[in-house]
């Protein structure tokens, strides 16, 4: 069986279901498990994505206006790879290849020979729901059961223990720096089991923008950002704009010293099984009295 994945979370799933070794191919943001690096890339950026925040969003919504999808694919690398299985998504088509942009690279030559899997999470639920979905179109669905019902299993625990304490700070969580986008998705969910209070984005519901005059009104305990597809030095790099403003220094969140960064690019963002590591670093953050910082350093620290 030979697997190519359009999408680094979903790398992430078909390793943790075993077919890690079936991986023939990726995009080229899978980086996760550190072996699936040595793999073929089969997609590329359209845009640059070593500019600042603010010019990557100018350049998304330039190349989105002409209708045009932000990541292009190797169709010579993808055909030559001759997958049995193509894995891709159709929840965001600014974070990964999209399901129409493969349908339209392989069209002329599927021809039946090969499946696309296409992932939709865009609550919680969802990711399971996809882990499961994997598993069935590669032959084993008991075994996406086994693997999704563990990862429910440990974040239940967690918020288990997030429940049995009082505090519940009100938390903003920020997706993207310039301009400010909170995060949506499955991530009011994840602060709500983290034991804090989400105050910007809907769970199930696209990421929304933001101000910082609604941020400054809001006055949250804790800001938490998680920029999607920046690690914690990118993030750090990114912050001057925000920090340099009267507004952020008003907040109360920043006085008190409990602004955090983390890796929204290998956390946070991914929905699959590190979604887990996810909850523990906000339970970190949320409640560092009930919660040790195992993750600090790697994936969080403070402002």
Same mark, same amino acid.
């Given at each position: 069986?030979?697997?190519? %994945?359009? !999408?680094?979370?979903?790398?992430?799933?078909?390793?943790?279901?075993?077919?890690?070794?079936?991986?023939?191919?990726?995009?080229?943001?899978?980086? $996760?498990?550190?072996?699936?690096?040595?793999?073929?890339?089969? %997609?590329?950026?359209?845009?640059?994505?070593?500019?600042?925040?603010?010019?990557? +969003?100018?350049?998304?919504?330039?190349?989105? %206006?002409?209708?045009?999808?932000?990541?292009?694919? +190797?169709?010579?690398?993808?055909?030559?790879?001759?997958?049995?299985?193509?894995?891709?998504?159709?929840?965001?088509?600014?974070?990964?290849?999209?399901?129409?942009?493969?349908?339209?690279?392989?069209?002329? #030559?599927?021809?039946?020979?090969?499946?696309?899997?296409?992932?939709?999470?865009?609550?919680?639920?969802?990711?399971?729901? +996809?882990?499961?979905?994997?598993?069935?179109?590669?032959?084993?669905?008991?075994?996406?059961?086994?693997?999704?019902?563990?990862?429910?299993?440990? /974040?239940?625990?967690?918020?288990?223990?997030?429940?049995?304490?009082?505090?519940?700070?009100?938390?903003? !969580?920020?997706?993207?720096?310039?301009?400010? /986008?909170?995060?949506?998705?499955?991530?009011?969910?994840?602060?709500?089991?983290?034991?804090?209070?989400?105050?910007?984005?809907?769970?199930?519901?696209?990421? &929304? #923008? /933001?101000?910082?005059?609604?941020?400054?009104?809001? +006055?949250?305990?804790?800001?938490?950002?998680?920029?999607?597809?920046?690690?914690?030095?990118?993030?750090?790099?990114?912050?001057?704009?925000?920090?340099?403003? &009267?507004?952020?220094?008003?907040?109360?969140?920043?006085?008190?010293?409990?602004?955090?960064?983390?890796?929204?690019? $290998?956390?946070?963002?991914? &929905?699959?099984?590190?979604?887990?590591? %996810?909850?523990?670093?906000?339970?970190?953050?949320?409640?560092?009295?009930?919660?040790?910082?195992?993750?600090?350093?790697?994936? #969080?620290?403070?402002?």
């Amino acid at each position: 069986m030979r697997i190519v %994945s359009l !999408l680094p979370s979903a790398s992430e799933i078909v390793c943790a279901l075993g077919y890690g070794d079936q991986l023939v191919g990726r995009s080229h943001e899978c980086d $996760h498990p550190p072996s699936v690096t040595d793999l073929p890339i089969c %997609s590329r950026p359209r845009i640059r994505v070593d500019t600042s925040s603010s010019e990557i +969003d100018r350049s998304v919504k330039a190349i989105v %206006s002409k209708g045009l999808s932000v990541y292009e694919i +190797d169709e010579d690398t993808l055909r030559a790879l001759a997958p049995d299985f193509i894995v891709t998504q159709t929840q965001c088509e600014v974070c990964a290849v999209s399901e129409r942009d493969v349908e339209q690279a392989v069209k002329d #030559w599927l021809h039946g020979q090969g499946e696309i899997i296409s992932l939709n999470p865009n609550r919680l639920e969802d990711v399971w729901t +996809d882990i499961i979905r994997v598993a069935t179109a590669l032959g084993n669905r008991g075994n996406g059961e086994v693997v999704a019902a563990a990862l429910r299993q440990r /974040m239940s625990e967690i918020h288990g223990r997030t429940a049995q304490l009082e505090r519940r700070p009100r938390v903003a !969580l920020i997706e993207w720096i310039e301009p400010l /986008m909170a995060a949506g998705n499955w991530m009011p969910t994840l602060v709500e089991m983290a034991g804090g209070q989400n105050l910007f984005g809907k769970a199930g519901e696209h990421s &929304p #923008w /933001m101000t910082l005059e609604e941020l400054e009104r809001s +006055d949250p305990d804790v800001v938490v950002v998680a920029a999607c597809g920046f690690g914690l030095e990118r993030t750090r790099s990114e912050m001057p704009p925000l920090t340099e403003r &009267p507004e952020w220094r008003a907040l109360a969140a920043v006085s008190k010293g409990q602004v955090f960064l983390t890796d929204g690019h $290998h956390f946070f963002n991914r &929905p699959g099984p590190r979604l887990v590591e %996810s909850l523990e670093i906000l339970a970190e953050l949320l409640h560092p009295e009930s919660f040790a910082p195992r993750h600090r350093g790697p994936a #969080w620290m403070p402002l």
